[in-house]
């Protein structure tokens, strides 16, 4: 499994050197990659069916709890399947799709990058892995979703979706961390033996809302839904892989996931129910006002999102069983609509529904797909859509008998709503006389439509065949996401009940509703007058003002001055140290065990404050470096007193080096400046008084505190042993912590280096502008 996982990084990073490969006739060959991938993991659909699960561990970073641990179990092998499955299909139509496009090679990195990483989130099976993969699918799909990066919408819609997903990801890497400290493992399968410890832990609601966020935010629903209609500026294939099958339903694995370990309280329930139910009947609502192609299919995206993060939040068996058909019922024919649309748009330049008609007679295999994908969309009986469907009302109605009929409501009204959005992405660009600006346009390349027809096709087949799916796939994953063995079967025909007639009154009023419905920009225009009260207005207002509060926070505090800098830097140190001083108590001073002051440690520390005083006063550079000097070498001398000899030489040389270096340096500089007035003078030696005194504070607590000598020691017994050196301190530098000082030394070289680049620097009046 860490080598599926790999495959997609190392084949991404092999494209820098190998890229100009898939300019070239055979670059398709690097779609064999994610069919290579579906028939590794399609092996282990007959014993997964059977009730095993497999794992794999690797030790990676066990002192912090994290671990390279995978897990193959039917909720993992599913999103596998997906991932590979649906991931051979994209790259054979970005292939064709994206044919003599100069960052082709740039794009196909990107997206085996974000093959790796849903890879690796679905088979995590430690928490802090699976956050790591969680934030590489928002990076890679920021670059994905911004690839035409030279389109400003683009950018913006990148930045958007950067934005919230990241925001989410920071919510759930707080959640998991929690819920790691509650549990005391981050191994999610030994979550489920201590669920009794967590859920009735005091800070239980708290872990849930943020493990709740991250999954809401990366699964688009209400209020955080705006970001994935703006992510449709993307390239085609990369709205059908990211946002039918991989990274939007992320959120709904994450839950599906957790829900052995979270759910089955009050809690998870009514908020899940109530974000999903909302979400699934506001967004299919808004389906309906949309004239771009992408726009419909973005909002009924979302609208499934919620319906399956509403079974979830019902989460009684026969929610699960319905939540894990619809996943693979939304998967089939969303995919298939989006790159239909694809197709559209290459073809005929727009994705206008007010202006698309009658395509089917010079796109007929894309109108048979697109015509067998809304039907599966719709639940037309014989299609996957209507055993999902019809499973999504029995879970309703099978709930408590005081909300049956609510949640029943909700979810014909939904389904009434995307019957109609999925005819008008799936039929309505084919119904009709086609115009004269469409009449010389023609098939594209077998790899572009081949593949939405076989996902259409397979939406038949499975739907004639709903055993298939109900045995091997669709049962075990039930069966991780309930955590106990169950047993069932779909069937297509279940007799004359309430859920047929629930779905024949679905197909009817949803059928009505598409022939009423006809797209136009006034509706359009209708709908955007609301556009001041939805989530995505009040969101970009709070965005602003931080904005604008960033820009004064950064003019107040960056005010380019050095001096400016190092007053803020030192007052914020000042309230610091006040503060846990004050919380240590009073300092209580033992006279008593103070050494007695020396004549020359008196002569010593006045030579120190002389030369403080005189480098405050002078108006000379030099004098000022001399007399800097000076406290160091008296500092120097200090050690020496204290029987550090050894430290007295580092200061020493380090001092002198100083000097000399200033002195250097102080010829190219410019003439010398006194900015300070009387009133900076008094409050710089006011700053500068307290940070000496609370610093001495500190000294004079340290004397309180127990000593202990074993890593002096160590360096003083093993200094010569080891390094051959008298001198602890140097070996200490060069030796034991050798790196260490090689990198500041590297850093050192470079800051000398930017210094005389400025130095150096000659600038034209116009290029200073």
């Given at each position: ?40 993991f399609a092996q282990y659909i007959v014993p997964i069916g059977r009730g095993s699960y497999f794992v ?105 979706a950067l934005s919230i997903t990241g925001l989410g990801g920071f919510f759930l ?597």
């Open positions: 499994m860490l080598f599926t996982v790999l495959s997609g990084l190392i084949t991404s990073s092999l494209i820098v050197p190998f890229g100009r490969f898939l300019k070239t006739k055979w670059g398709f060959i690097l779609a064999f990659l994610p069919v290579l991938l579906f028939l590794y794999q561990s690797t030790s990676w970073v066990p002192s912090l709890g994290i671990n390279l641990d995978f897990k193959l179990d039917g909720l993992s092998l599913l999103f596998s399947l997906f991932i590979t499955g649906i991931g051979a299909c994209i790259f054979f139509y970005a292939n064709a799709y994206l044919k003599g496009h100069r960052y082709i090679d740039r794009f196909f990195g990107y997206l085996c990058l974000f093959m790796s990483a849903m890879l690796g989130l679905v088979l995590s099976d430690n928490m802090l892995l699976l956050f790591i993969f969680w934030e590489l699918t928002s990076i890679s799909s920021f670059f994905l979703i911004g690839f035409n990066n030279d389109n400003n919408e683009s950018r913006k819609s990148a930045l958007t890497l707080a959640g998991f961390i929690l819920l790691g400290n509650i549990a005391g493992t981050y191994h999610i399968t030994a979550l489920l033996d201590k669920v009794s410890l967590i859920q009735q832990h005091p800070l239980f609601p708290l872990v849930f809302g943020l493990v709740a966020l991250g999954a809401i935010t990366k699964s688009a629903q209400f209020p955080f839904h705006f970001w994935l209609p703006g992510a449709m500026k993307a390239p085609t294939p990369v709205s059908a892989y990211l946002h039918s099958a991989t990274m939007v339903k992320a959120g709904i694995y994450l839950l599906a996931r957790f829900s052995p370990i979270l759910g089955g309280n009050p809690i998870w329930m009514y908020s899940l129910m109530a974000i999903g139910g909302f979400t699934m009947l506001y967004t299919a609502f808004h389906s309906l006002f949309r004239t771009d192609l992408k726009g419909v299919l973005a909002y009924s995206t979302i609208s499934a999102l919620g319906i399956l993060v509403f079974l979830l939040g019902l989460g009684t068996k026969e929610a699960i069983i319905a939540a894990c058909v619809f996943i693979l019922v939304h998967a089939l024919y969303k995919a298939a609509l989006f790159l239909i649309t694809g197709i559209i748009d290459h073809e005929t330049s727009t994705r206008d529904l007010t202006v698309l008609r009658g395509l089917r007679k010079v796109l007929m295999p894309v109108a048979i797909a697109g015509f067998l994908a809304a039907l599966s969309s719709a639940g037309i009986p014989l299609t996957f859509g209507f055993i999902g469907k019809d499973l999504i009302y029995e879970a309703t109605l099978h709930a408590a008998p005081d909300l049956c009929l609510y949640l029943t409501a909700a979810a014909v009204a939904t389904n009434i709503l995307l019957v109609s959005a999925g005819f008008m992405a799936g039929i309505k660009p084919f119904m009709g006389k086609l115009p004269e600006q469409f009449s010389k346009i023609h098939l594209p390349y077998k790899a572009m439509w081949i593949p939405p027809l076989l996902l259409a096709i397979l939406g038949v087949i499975f739907g004639c065949i709903p055993g298939l799916i109900g045995e091997w796939i669709a049962g075990p994953t039930a069966v991780s996401i309930l955590a106990k063995t169950e047993v069932f079967h779909l069937k297509i025909w279940h007799g004359f009940n309430l859920i047929l007639l629930l779905s024949a009154i679905t197909i009817a009023a949803g059928t009505l509703l598409y022939f009423a419905n006809k797209p136009s920009n006034n509706k359009l225009t209708w709908i955007a007058k609301f556009n001041k009260i939805s989530p995505e207005y009040m969101i970009n207002l709070c965005a602003q003002e931080i904005a604008l509060f960033s820009a004064f926070f950064t003019n107040k505090m960056h005010n380019g001055y050095l001096r400016s800098y190092l007053l803020k830097i030192i007052l914020f140190a000042e309230v610091l140290i006040a503060y846990q001083l004050y919380l240590g108590g009073p300092l209580h001073i033992k006279w008593e065990t103070l050494s007695p002051v020396s004549f020359y440690e008196v002569t010593t520390v006045c030579i120190l404050i002389g030369a403080i005083v005189l480098t405050i006063r002078t108006t000379s550079r030099l004098t000022a470096v001399v007399a800097t000097s000076v406290v160091g070498y008296a500092i120097c001398l200090i050690f020496v007193f204290y029987s550090a000899p050894d430290l007295a030489m580092t200061q020493f040389t380090i001092d002198t080096l100083t000097v000399v270096l200033f002195v250097l340096v102080l010829f190219k500089l410019p003439s010398f400046l006194n900015l300070a007035n009387r009133r900076t003078v008094i409050r710089d030696a006011i700053v500068a008084v307290i940070f000496g005194v609370l610093l001495s504070m500190v000294a004079l607590r340290v004397l309180h505190e127990p000593t202990t000598t074993n890593i002096s020691d160590f360096y003083g017994d093993y200094a010569y042993v080891l390094a051959k050196g008298k001198n602890v301190v140097n070996v200490l530098l060069v030796d034991f912590r050798g790196f260490d000082t090689m990198f500041e030394i590297v850093v050192l070289s470079i800051a000398a280096l930017g210094v005389y680049s400025l130095l150096k620097l000659r600038l034209k009046p116009s290029d200073k502008e």
